[in-house]
């Protein structure tokens, strides 16, 4: 039959390698002193085979014993052991790698230089590892690296050179096309007078090494602004993630160079409103989808031309959720639904701001009335000093006054030098 012809050399195969298998085992099992010459012969046949089989090269890599890995999915998985420093001895052909929840602390240089080295690890997680310190160089040579993620962890410091090698004047540029940085902002007490905003900018501007990257997230940071050129050093973006920050403005930040952006993610930040060189930037990007859920908008006259473009552009998603914040009377006003005449710039503070000024002039006015008593209550010393000066001025001013007509009558100069001879 064709069907068991086309089996029979792979049947065989499989047959002749349990026989093998079974000789060995019997050579292990059997007696060193053999009855018979097909005993002895079977002995001889195990020991060769045994001899193939200690001649074969070793494993390729061994799986460090805290791990767990997976040859098959090219996947370790080192997750909640308490590692203080990466495993030495990862097995090469590793493509991903999860080193998260571990209490690693510092990533040094050459972290994960091996030997073999680690060509065709792709993949690497170090998120919710603790981590307060990234320095130059801890990635250099994985030429294979393209997702990188960091997140949940307190840096405080992270090396301008952690993506571009310790010297970015001469390394290749990066490989890494995906870097998670989500919440990885230190408590204040560990910031040492470091901005975030400046330490991640440093780090993704050096040597133009992340050029090549297209996703970027740094949402939970606390970002109250983003760098004025940081944008320029990533031309190959699609998907930025800046939600659940603090911005307060994009008007410094351009995205005219992001010809690729596909999605801009601003949701839970603290814009106010976007003005119109914000607006056309993102207008003149052919494939961006941006979202704006959840954040403060004031609807005054400086709402007017956001509210326009919206109504015009397919570029905002889910724009008909969003809704005014301030000023009180068009708190949960839908933006979709408002008219130029609904756009006013009330002079009305809002209520805090109203009780500061309120206050403030009660401080002024009990100031006020404190100086009045005070002079008041020594407006009879007062009105003799002023009397005082009052006649000082005028003896000051009869002196001159006389000097005065003596100058100006020649009969009465000619006599004070005549009686002066």
């Not at 018979?36 to 195990?46: E, G, I, K, N």
């Not at 003005?275 to 990007?285: C, D, P, V």
Request: charged share 20%.
């Amino acid at each position: 039959m064709p069907g068991a012809c086309s089996r029979g050399p792979a049947a065989g195969d499989g047959r002749l390698r349990l026989a093998r298998l079974a000789l060995v085992l019997l050579g292990w099992v059997s007696s060193p002193s053999p009855t018979s010459s097909a005993a002895s012969s079977t002995s001889s046949a195990a020991s060769s085979l045994a001899s193939e089989v200690s001649a074969q090269p070793p494993l390729p890599g061994q799986c460090p014993p805290p791990c767990e890995c997976s040859e098959a999915a090219r996947t370790v998985k080192c997750v909640n052991r308490n590692l203080t420093e990466v495993p030495a001895d990862l097995p090469p052909y590793v493509r991903n790698l999860f080193l998260t929840g571990n209490q690693l602390a510092v990533l040094p240089a050459g972290a994960f230089v091996r030997r073999p080295p680690l060509a065709e690890l792709a993949a690497l997680n170090l998120s919710g590892s603790r981590l307060e310190e990234v320095r130059a160089g801890a990635f250099e040579h994985l030429h294979s690296l393209r997702q990188l993620d960091l997140s949940h962890n307190p840096l405080a410091h992270l090396s301008p050179f952690a993506f571009s090698g310790s010297n970015a004047s001469v390394s290749a540029p990066s490989p890494l096309m995906e870097l998670m940085l989500n919440h990885i902002a230190p408590p204040a007490d560990q910031r040492q007078n470091k901005s975030l905003e400046g330490m991640v900018a440093a780090a993704l501007r050096a040597g133009h090494a992340l050029r090549g990257l297209s996703r970027l997230e740094l949402a939970s940071n606390h970002l109250l602004y983003l760098p004025r050129d940081l944008l320029a050093y990533l031309p190959g973006l699609r998907h930025l993630d800046l939600r659940n920050n603090s911005l307060v403005s994009l008007t410094y930040v351009s995205f005219r160079n992001l010809t690729h952006l596909e999605s801009l993610h601003l949701e839970d930040n603290a814009l106010k409103v976007l003005h119109n060189g914000t607006l056309a930037e993102l207008q003149g990007l052919a494939h961006v989808r941006v979202f704006l859920d959840n954040n403060p908008w004031v609807c005054d006259c400086h709402m007017a031309d956001m509210v326009a473009w919206l109504k015009e552009t397919e570029v905002v998603q889910g724009k008909a959720r969003l809704t005014c914040a301030f000023p009180e009377k068009m708190r949960s006003r839908v933006l979709l639904e408002l008219n130029s005449s609904d756009l006013d710039c009330d002079p009305i503070l809002p209520p805090s701001l109203q009780t500061s000024y309120v206050f403030l002039g009660i401080v002024l006015a009990l100031i006020g009335a404190i100086f009045l008593l005070v002079l008041y209550l020594n407006r009879k010393g007062i009105k003799k000093w002023m009397h005082n000066i009052r006649d000082a001025c005028r003896d000051h001013m009869e002196g001159y006054h006389y000097r005065y007509e003596i100058n100006a009558d020649p009969r009465l100069t000619n006599l004070s030098s005549n009686s002066d001879v």
